[in-house]
Nanobody, 126 residues
């Protein structure tokens, strides 16, 4: 059974940093597209950052230059380093993974991903 478990969320002041982690079990992420999404209250879930099988990264315009996605294939983990956080970054953050070896032409689209974690809350105060 595939399981994705996020950790690292919390409360931080604007300008601060957080590092999110996602541990995968029952699943090998090295051969899959993986990503981070977020959803604020009353808003749709949006793609934040993704990394494909070859290691190519994609970022939403709103986080470029501030967030960095990475994965450790040996540990089967995915991370999101978030710097210069803003109040508008406040949301529930989810990690997601596509089926192994599936092509991911739209890496920030929710429909690309089959497996989802339960989320970790990030709150940024001004």
């Amino acid at each position: 059974q595939v399981q994705l478990v996020e950790s690292g969320g919390g409360s931080v002041q604007a300008g601060g940093s957080l590092r999110l982690s996602c541990a995968a079990s029952g699943y090998t992420s090295s051969g899959s597209c993986v990503a981070w999404f977020r959803q604020a209250p009353g808003k749709e879930r949006e793609g934040v950052a993704a990394i494909d099988i070859r290691g190519k990264t994609t970022y939403a315009d709103s986080v470029k230059g501030r967030f960095t996605i990475s994965k450790d294939n040996a540990k089967n983990t995915l991370s999101l380093q978030m710097n210069s956080l803003k109040p508008e970054d406040t949301a529930m953050y989810y990690c997601a993974a596509a089926r192994p070896w599936e092509w991911c032409p739209t890496p920030l689209n929710t429909l690309t991903y089959t497996y989802w974690g339960q989320g970790t809350q990030v709150t940024v105060s001004s």
